[in-house]
């Protein structure tokens, strides 16, 4: 049986969790069971033991509203993730100086506290990829190959 995987979106006006919810469907085809939290909260994810993080990077390289609480929490409480494994997605648009800024501050959080990065993050440009789902499901083997 495939392990379960735990999809958590942090998006402004929804591209990451389309993004997310896609990623979850094509996972689903190939037999892993997913859960999907657009607004994760970190007592009802601790015991996954894979995430997969997909994040649009907003303000000046910020955290979306509704990721970034989560892992403002995980830094501040120093919160033991040596048991998980996790990737990241990000969007974002290259005309910015913080370009995908969100996708370095999730992996720098969960690193810190030990969890363990199965493959290097995928980071979409808006601004010349138009197929975010594509991109995605692209990259998706490099994370599925991993696990
Ligand atoms: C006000 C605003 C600020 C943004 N700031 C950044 C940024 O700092 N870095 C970046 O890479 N993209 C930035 N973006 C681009 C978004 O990340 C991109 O449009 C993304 O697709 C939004 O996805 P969402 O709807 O899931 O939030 C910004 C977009 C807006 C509207």
């Known amino acids: 049986m495939q392990p379960q995987i735990c999809i958590i979106t942090g ?35 601790l015991n996954d033991k894979i995430w997969l993080i997909v994040t649009s990077t907003h303000g000046a390289g910020e955290l979306p509203d509704n990721l970034r609480p989560f892992i403002w929490q995980i830094a501040q409480e120093k919160t033991d993730l040596s048991h ?6 990000g969007l974002g ?6 370009f995908c800024f969100a996708v370095d501050e999730v992996e720098k959080t969960l690193l810190k506290q030990g969890a363990q990065q199965v493959c290097p993050s995928l980071r979409i440009d808006v601004l010349t990829e138009f ?4 991109c995605a499901e692209e990259w998706l083997p490099n994370f599925t190959s991993q696990l």
């Open 11 to 45: 998006s402004t006006l929804g591209s990451a969790e389309y993004v997310g919810d896609h990623l979850s469907e094509i996972l689903q085809q190939q037999g892993y069971a997913t859960r999907v939290e657009n607004r994760a909260e970190l007592a009802d994810v």
């Open 84 to 89: 998980l494994k996790f990737a990241v997605v």
């Open 93 to 98: 648009n290259s005309d910015y100086d913080t």
């Open 131 to 134: 197929d975010h789902d594509q």
